[in-house]
């Protein structure tokens, strides 16, 4: 998919002008980056290596509307967080019994995606660190949401949100709750879809996830 007004050549131009943007801030201890994936992961990649930072991979996973799949209610991570879009559930009615059986269904989802990475992941814990949370762009920001909450159960010292686009609804729920929140183009159209910020846009296939994180461990292997 090609957008001829787009901000970004690609997730990975963004995710330079992201570590750009971070570089002048001069952290004194290296940060740690978590992106989620998909689409995070390529942003996320030229910012740990701009920054000279750790990275590590934070799951994401919407809660799906049992009869529109294509949209959800809330968001759950691998760390276990749940977060839900408490209007929008009482605006279409799910019951505390359908929330529950979604929720099981989508952290067993989250379990066997762990276990496709096999131990590439959970490398970094964000206990006293500089936590960059990273994702290719921000809609509705529950996904962001449940990342945040997520992170600071481990008390880091700093938490700082870096992403390339975001709605200006989604830009109102995660400033005031993360001490820094980097995003070079925020988007008040009535219309909002993070693809239209990209000029080479795809769906992140899971094997290409897997194929940079081992390409990523590698390199720093070789370096250590």
Request: proline letters at 4%; glycine letters at 8%.
């Amino acid at each position: 998919m090609i957008h001829l007004s787009a901000q970004y050549q690609d997730r990975t131009a963004a995710g330079k002008v992201l570590g750009e943007l971070l570089q002048m801030q001069n952290f004194k201890e290296y940060p740690l980056i978590l992106a989620i994936p998909n689409g995070g992961l390529a942003v996320g990649l030229p910012m740990a290596e701009m920054l000279n930072g750790d990275l590590d991979l934070l799951l994401v996973r919407k809660l799906q509307i049992p009869f529109n799949p294509e949209a959800g209610f809330g968001a759950i991570t691998s760390l276990g967080t749940v977060i839900l879009n408490q209007s929008l559930v009482n605006r279409i009615g799910i019951t505390d019994q359908e929330i529950q059986r979604v929720v099981q269904a989508t952290h067993t989802q989250i379990k066997y995606r762990k276990a496709a990475y096999q131990g590439l992941i959970d490398c970094y814990s964000p206990k006293g660190r500089i936590v960059l949370i990273v994702d290719d762009g921000l809609a509705s920001g529950y996904t962001m949401l449940a990342a945040i909450q997520s992170v600071k159960q481990f008390s880091p010292k700093k938490t700082i949100v870096a992403v390339p686009t975001a709605s200006v609804s989604a830009v109102s729920k995660i400033q005031g709750v993360v001490d820094d929140f980097i995003c070079p183009h925020i988007d008040a159209g009535f219309v909002f879809a993070v693809a239209n910020a990209y000029h080479d846009w795809y769906d992140v296939p899971e094997e290409e996830v897997i194929k940079q994180l081992q390409e990523f461990r590698k390199k720093q292997m070789k370096y250590t």
